[in-house]
């Protein structure tokens, strides 16, 4: 169809800009980049799992992985990291119960926002979400206190993905608008 030909275009155009940029790719990336998003980095597998040969495998999980650092290189602020994921809630219930366990899983969702040395805020979003807690502390926290870290922590996340999201779109649309293409026609 006209849409898997554009696609394709649109893919060939990303893909030259890599190249011009020097953007490359080595056995190690791919092998890194095929564990990372499919789970294996067996070719053989790959194929198998998504009929094609070994050879288009190979050659897919290089664009992918081409393009994965193109956009590093061109959007370099796009969240390297996952979607945060939510506190565990307690098994008997009482949302209210302080442990070690919330304490940790605050701080390791902070990052860099939880200053160690100081044990203290050392970013104000984090600070104003707990400012009213009164069960937080660096070795105590309750589930909502976890609920509460999770919300800011998925807030930025969702933040810094929108404004990544819209610089790469910006960049690609500048590529396509550039690009003149001409279909004669498409043959079965």
Known sequence: TAAVVVAYIRTQILLADAESRGITVDDDEMSAFAEDQLGTSDYSTIASQYGVSEDQAKQVVKENATLKKLTEEVVPDAPTDSVPEAPTEPEDGNTETASKDY??????????????????????????????????????????????????????????????????????????????????????
Not at 139 to 166: E, F
Not at 176 to 188: N, R, T, W
């Open 103 to 188: 304490a940790d899983y605050i701080i390791n969702l902070a990052g860099d926002e939880w200053d160690a040395e100081k044990g203290t805020w050392a970013s104000e979003d984090y600070h104003s979400a707990l400012s009213s807690s009164t069960t937080f502390s660096k070795d105590s926290a309750t589930y909502a206190d976890a609920q509460t870290a999770y919300y800011v922590a998925y807030q930025q996340y969702a933040q810094k993905s929108q404004g990544a999201s819209t610089a790469w779109r910006a960049y690609v649309n500048n590529l396509y608008a550039s690009a003149d293409v001409s279909l004669y026609g498409l043959y079965i």
